[in-house]
């Protein structure tokens, strides 16, 4: 069966945050220490009027999600920037990987990103054991841009960005 991939609604945030933790805990290896403030900040967002969420489903199953922001400068905490987006989550069911749909929502991503007026897109990623989100990014042409940082966990991060 082919993956939908579409604009989420209000009817699609529970499947697109049941998506966000399922993927979660295998990446985490089981540990998640701000699982309850990371859900409910996710949930925010995906009900923030100035975001936006692909979902991909199968069927009735969702199976990849993501989640666009407004970009702020100065790492998230300033003004909008016009004109630039920020790619906050982009998850595919653990179970589905490698079977391009990661790839096929972010070209939604991407495609939608453009219709809303956005030039440029960032996202951050983890730099250990995330070599397939690498590729993907890089197969889309993100590249790295020379931020870098740590996540929640004291894991390196890098920012990445996309113009076009």
Known sequence: MAIDVRLGGPEDVEAALSVYEQSNLPRRH???PARVPR???VTTNLHDTAAWFPI???GDEAVAMA??????ADRGTGAVVEGS???DLIYVLPDRWGQGIG???LDEVIEEAARRGSRRMYLW???RDNQRAHRLYRSRAFHRTGTTGEDDQGEPVAEWARDG
């Open 67 to 72: 989640l666009v922001l407004p970009f702020r």
């Open 103 to 105: 790839g096929a929502v």
């Open 85 to 87: 987006s920020f790619l």
């Open 39 to 41: 859900l409910a900040e």
């Open 56 to 58: 991909g489903r199968e």
């Open 30 to 32: 089981g540990v998640w």
């Open 125 to 127: 990623t983890r730099e």
